[in-house]
């Protein structure tokens, strides 16, 4: 359960960083409350998740689903320049949480 909570306090990671782009530096309403709810939300999961998971691997997993899910929506959906060089290190960042996860990192 707790790998569960720690997947989608990611996603609320990713909404988080969207929130905070679109509010277009807290100068845009919704986005700017949605940035609140949305780190709220994914912090407090996280501290949740972290009482029966390793902190290391959690906040690593944590953040590895914030990163490639916002580089991912960047490219995607706002635009970003999309190289190789990125897509590579997307696919490095996944392999270093699987690598954390493999090593054992919950109980």
Do not use: C, Q
Request: aromatic share 10%; no cysteine.
């Amino acid at each position: 359960m707790a790998w569960m909570i720690i997947v989608v306090a990611g996603l609320f990671e990713v909404a988080m960083a969207y929130s905070l782009k679109m509010s277009d530096g807290f100068s845009v309403l919704l986005p700017s409350v949605g940035f609140a709810v949305f780190a709220v939300l994914s912090f407090g999961l996280l501290a949740l998740a972290l009482k029966s998971l390793e902190v290391g691997t959690a906040y690593a997993v944590w953040t590895g689903i914030g990163a490639v899910g916002t580089a991912s929506l960047g490219m995607l959906v706002l635009g970003d320049d999309v190289s190789f060089l990125k897509i590579a290190s997307i696919a490095l960042i996944l392999a270093g949480v699987v690598g954390l996860n493999l090593a054992g990192g919950g109980h």
